[in-house]
């Protein structure tokens, strides 16, 4: 059984008297990525913060590698990097001075360690050259240098594509996969790009108002569909789906409407014919991410 690298239970956080927190959970297992989605304002930020230990939840549970944040923080921490609010690069540096400096303040990193996060974004020579001289992309690579010279379990990266073109883009969605799929590092990531995190992610947790409202698989909501129905008797066929599906359906005009499962379509439909409604008029689309975010964020 693969275990979870990192575990938020229940977590609320106050502040000022206000709760903007509000019991959210979940988990991240080894070689996942997740990604954490919500609109401007949600929680997302706080929620990063209180995971690398910037901010302390009110109450909950927040553990990596098994480590409480709250009462084990150093242990913890020693199996994060992350990168929150872009890299920390001086300029005038090469970007090897840069590693090497970072790595002079944590006495367990070595040098073979400089070495494999070098490699594992691929600076190539161009870790030789000053910091000055690198595109955006670039930079990028040299903050998750940074972050992977502890050789962490858990990567945290905050808006990571903010500012990349799209080949720059789609070296970090290959890269990020890399690190999951053949280093088995767990990986959390914040994005607004929703289409971008479905492209990379294992899941997604999305938040609004402090509060989690879907953990999913991706592959999950890919499989699910839009179907509307028109039916000699809509109202009966939504409390089908309702009671004997389980699927929450509305009636929009002349037609029911409703995402079910798409292995399950077939059954539905036969559903109606043996509850004795007729279907006049059946059509569906393929879900996706974006669809699931704007439904249940209300932005839809």
Known sequence: MEREVLLIKDVHKTIHGREIIKGISFSIKE?????????????????????VGLSRPTSGEIEICGY???????KAMENVGCIIEGP????????RDNLEMLADMDKNVTKEDIEYAVNLVNMGKSIKDKVSTYSLGMKQRMGLAQALMKRPKLLILD?????????GINDLRNLIQKLSKEEKISVLISSHLIAEIELICDKVSII?????LKNAFVSEILKTKEVFWQLDNNEKGREILEKYWNVSARIKEDKLEASVD???LMEINSSFVDNGLKIKFASSKQKNLEDLFLSITGDK
């Open 31 to 51: 070689g996942e990525v997740l990604g954490f989605l919500g609109p401007n304002g949600a929680g997302k930020s706080t929620t990063l913060r209180m995971i």
């Open 68 to 74: 409480s944040v709250l009462n084990d923080y150093v």
């Open 88 to 95: 920390d690069l001086y300029e005038y540096m090469s970007g």
């Open 159 to 167: 808006e990571p594509t903010n500012g990349l073109d799209p080949a």
């Open 208 to 212: 609004k108002d402090g509060k989690v």
């Open 262 to 264: 798409e292995g399950k």
